[in-house]
């Protein structure tokens, strides 16, 4: 995850959120129920993070990844991304968030 460039704050860390976080925050409001997505961190409300299905991820070991085989790796990563697919997500300065969120 690279740093973004903030108007406010310059350059700061990234928090992954997705469509309707992002909306929220753009309104002004922290939102009341946020869910951390385990193998991303991506905080997401509680529609799109019933949306995705960690089951399927929960004995991925990210730790071992590096003994899998080429094509083990691009059946991980093409589930992962059909997975993912299904939620729009976006990135917000931590800064940013972080403001919203001492307001709220
Ligand atoms: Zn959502
Ligand atoms: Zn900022």
Redesign the pocket.
């Known amino acids: 995850m690279s740093p973004i460039n903030c108007a406010e704050h310059g350059l700061s860390d990234t928090i992954q959120v ?4 992002h909306a929220e925050l753009s309104a002004g409001h922290f939102p009341g129920e946020i869910h951390i997505d385990p193998i991303f961190w991506i905080k ?2 509680a ?2 993070y019933g949306k995705i299905d960690f089951e399927k991820f929960k004995d991925l070991d990210f730790s071992a990844l590096a003994e899998r085989t080429d094509a083990e790796l691009e059946e991980i990563e093409e589930n992962l991304n059909a997975s993912y697919l299904v ?1 729009k997500t976006s990135y917000w300065c931590g800064e940013c968030y972080r403001d919203i969120q001492s307001r709220s």
């Open positions: 997705c469509e309707h976080i997401l409300c529609a799109c939620v």
